[in-house]
């Protein structure tokens, strides 16, 4: 049950378009009908509100059951890479099964020993210890009104391979990207990360999976 709260805090962390049973199902990987009985469960649990074909929200006990798994997930994500040497790619699934076997203590001493850092790798942001989360104003890339110059804010940790790709190319957090005016008749985003010279076309998946913020002019 704790990754069905966190799964339904990940959907709807970054939009305000209303979260379906069908999407969680998308996201966990199994059918409806067994995200359904999920749903009833976390329901009698007061941990989300949901009637049958609607929309799914999280509680306020729900928000802080989530917010509470969500600090844990990332500040070790963020432990992983600046202490122990991982890439951005390989923390995600460590992340996942680390997170349920370590203590309070722990999370507390690694968030100390990190500085205390606002957002992990791939520039979500770490719920501090009272359960505030601080979203940065960004958009998804591929709705960016080009020509224009941003900044890379967040970037989803769903694809491995996708991170890989993008790191390959200079796409990470706080990269600054000059978005190219469309070409005609094609859904393809091209940017320029700052300091390099290639130009770089992403299709709609690898666009709407970037989120950044318009670079204020210098």
């Known amino acids: 049950m704790q990754n069905y709260v966190k799964v339904i805090w990940g959907l709807q962390e970054w939009t305000d378009a209303p979260i379906s049973p ?11 009908s067994t995200v359904s ?7 009698d649990q007061e941990l989300v509100d949901h009637e049958r074909y609607g929309s799914v929200t999280l509680t306020d006990q729900g928000r802080e059951y989530a917010v509470a798994m969500i600090r844990r997930h990332r500040l070790i994500e963020t432990f992983l890479v600046q202490v122990l040497g991982y890439e951005w790619d390989e923390v995600h699934e460590e992340a996942d099964r680390l997170e349920h076997a370590v203590s309070d203590e722990l999370i507390t001493r690694i968030d100390r020993t990190l500085g205390f850092p606002t957002r992990d790798p791939h520039g979500d942001p770490i719920p501090t210890a009272d359960g505030r989360v601080h979203r940065p104003d960004a958009i998804v890339l591929a709705e960016a009104d080009a020509p224009c110059r941003v900044r890379i804010e967040r970037i989803s940790d769903a694809d ?16 600054e990207l000059e978005v190219l005016a469309p070409e005609p008749y094609s859904d393809t985003v091209t940017v320029r990360v700052a300091g390099r010279e290639e130009a770089v076309r992403l299709g709609q998946a690898a666009a709407r999976s970037v989120w950044a913020s318009v670079a204020t002019p210098s």
Do not use: H, P
């Open 22 to 32: 069908t999407k969680v199902s998308e996201a966990v990987g199994v059918r409806l």
């Open 37 to 43: 009985d999920a749903l009833r469960k976390l329901a």
């Open 160 to 175: 491995n391979e996708m991170l890989q790709y993008f790191a390959s190319r200079g796409l990470v957090v706080d990269a």
